[in-house]
C-alpha cells in the first residue's frame, strides 16, 4: 500500500482526525486546471462504478450519487475512449462486516495487504445490486473492468488490487492504445475514485478527476484526505464545465 493510501486510510481510524485533514484538504483546492480542455483520441474517460449498490436505495448508496449520472452522460460525447468499472464481489467477501464476527460496517480489520474498511455486503456478483445503472449512457464505451471479484482482496482502483500489486490489466490495454491522458469521475470519490486517479498517476497517465461528476462517501475526513493525496500525487481537479 503507498504512503498516499495509509495516508488516506488514517483518516477513517478516528473522527478526532477530521478537523486536521480538512485542514490539509484546502490545500489541495489549488489544485486546478486552467481553461477549457478538449480530450483528444489519446483521452479516456473512466466511469468508476455508477452501478445500483452505490446509488440511492443500493446496498451502500453514496449521497446524491444519482447526481452524477446525466453529467457523466453529457461528457461521454467528448471522448472517443470510455472505460467502465464495475464492483464485483463474491458472497462472504473479505471486505464485508458480514464475514467477520462482531464487526459491523465501516470498522476495520489488518488483512495481508494492510486496513481493510469493512463494508456492508454490496455489488455481488450476477445481482440487480452490482448492475449499472439504468439511466447510464455511454453506448460508445469499448470496456467494462470488473474489479474486487478475489473473494480474499478488495479492489478500489481500477488498475491494481488492494495490495498494490496485482494488475487488472487496464494500464496495458490503455497504453497499447496509446492512451496519454486519464479523465475519472464516478464513486465513490474518496475512494475508488481516488485510487484509480492516484494509480493512474502512478502508470504515467496525465489524470484528471472531474469532481462534479463524482460523489463522496466522507467516512471521518476521507474526502479532504483523497484530495490531498491525489493533489500529492499530481492529480489535477476540475469540473465538467472545463471540458471543451
Known sequence: MTVSRRFLLSALGASSTVGAVASLGLMSNSIFAAGKIKPDAQSVLIVVDVQNCFIEGGTLPVSKGSEV???????????????????????????????????????????????????????????EDAALHKDLKLPSAQLIIRKGYHKDMDSYSAFTEADAKTSTGLSGY???????????????????????AMDARTAGFKTYVIEDACRAIDLNGSLAAAWKSMGDKGVQRIQSSDIA
Not at 464485508?96 to 476495520?108: D, I
Not at 490503455?174 to 484509480?196: E, N, S
Open 69 to 127: 449520472v446525466p453529467v457523466i452522460n453529457k461528457l461521454g460525447a467528448s471522448f472517443a475512449n470510455i472505460v467502465v468499472t464495475q464492483d464485483w464481489h463474491t458472497a462472504g467477501h473479505a471486505s464485508f462486516a458480514s464475514s467477520y464476527s462482531g464487526k459491523k460496517p465501516f470498522e476495520t480489520t489488518k488483512l495481508g495487504y494492510g486496513t481493510q474498511v469493512l463494508w456492508p455486503d454490496h455489488c455481488v456478483q450476477g445481482t
Open 174 to 196: 490503455l497504453k497499447q492504445r496509446g492512451i496519454k491522458t486519464v479523465y475519472v469521475t464516478g464513486l465513490a470519490t474518496d475512494f475508488c475514485v481516488a485510487w484509480t
